[in-house]
């Protein structure tokens, strides 16, 4: 029997359980007539069966969906276990599934777009990398899925980003105090408030030169190097960004910046 999700033919029968499941998507392949039509409405949205009927009717939801939300909700935890979107991921999911957009694609590589997707509608995007590592997902793949579900919720481009978020990302890998983040807290305000797009870009190395300024303005032994190998930006980088930087919280050269926090 062909899969009627991936359109696979390879299959395992589960003893235990009595089904035959999927060996490429992990679809229960449903062979009894009165199981073949289901409709669940949870959470005021329909979760259907592949065959997408409405006559009969279940106490859960279809073990293939059940399984591809379950990939969703490890890597979102292993990703952002302080975020609570664990709804919006299981929608994501449903609505997905339903438009025909995970068809043929594996598991893995579902879970990585759905989560990413949710993360960064949410204003607290992770990078491809970050979120395809969880799985070793294809990121070509994971970015196609992605555009799609761009296009059902009519959310081309995601574009807002919530700096105190990415920020904080960065802070977590020091762990150096509550004066260390309220410094780079304040120079992120300040850097926001004259920031002009046509001249610079944010980015990952935006924030790691933050906490670079923060520890200038603090005094601290926290060196250039150390923030590079923390934050994965090369320290040529952070200098250079430092330099162009600096001038929007009064400063002509970064050397200016040491011990005045109180400056800015």
């Known amino acids: 029997m062909v899969c009627p999700e991936c359109k696979g033919e390879n299959k395992h029968f589960n003893e235990r359980l009595g089904e ?5 998507c992990g679809l229960v392949i449903v062979t009894e007539p009165f199981e073949q039509t289901v409709l669940l409405v949870q959470d005021g949205y ?13 106490n859960d939801i279809p073990r293939h ?34 438009k025909n957009l995970l068809t043929s694609k594996s598991l893995e590589d579902r879970a990585s777009a759905v989560v990413y997707y949710v993360l960064k509608e949410n204003n607290t995007p992770f990078t491809m990398h970050e979120v395809c590592s969880e799985y070793s997902s294809n990121p070509k793949i994971v970015r196609n899925i992605v555009r799609k579900i ?5 959310n081309r481009n995601c574009s807002i980003v919530n700096h105190d978020f990415s920020l904080g ?6 762990n150096l105090g509550l004066e260390f983040e309220n410094a780079c807290k304040k120079v992120l305000t300040k850097l926001e408030t ?37 934050t994965g930006v090369p320290a040529q980088t952070i200098k250079v960004k430092g330099n162009e930087l600096c001038v929007l919280l009064g400063f002509k050269e970064t050397k200016q910046m040491k011990g005045k926090i109180n400056e800015v």
């Open 20 to 24: 035959s499941v999927c060996d490429d």
């Open 194 to 230: 004259d920031f002009d797009e046509q001249y610079f870009v944010r980015g990952k190395a935006y924030y790691a030169t933050i906490c670079w300024f923060a520890s200038l303005l603090l005094n601290s032994p926290l060196s250039q190097k150390e923030i590079s190998e923390k």
């Open 150 to 154: 761009n296009q059902v919720y009519g």
């Open 169 to 174: 990302k960065e802070l977590n890998k020091f």
């Open 46 to 58: 329909a979760i259907h069966s592949i065959d997408n009927g409405v006559v009969g009717t279940t």
């Open 65 to 98: 969906i059940k399984k591809g939300i379950h990939f969703c909700n490890m890597a979102l935890n292993a990703i952002a276990p302080q975020l609570n979107l664990k709804d919006r991921v299981a929608k994501v999911y449903v609505d997905a599934h339903n």
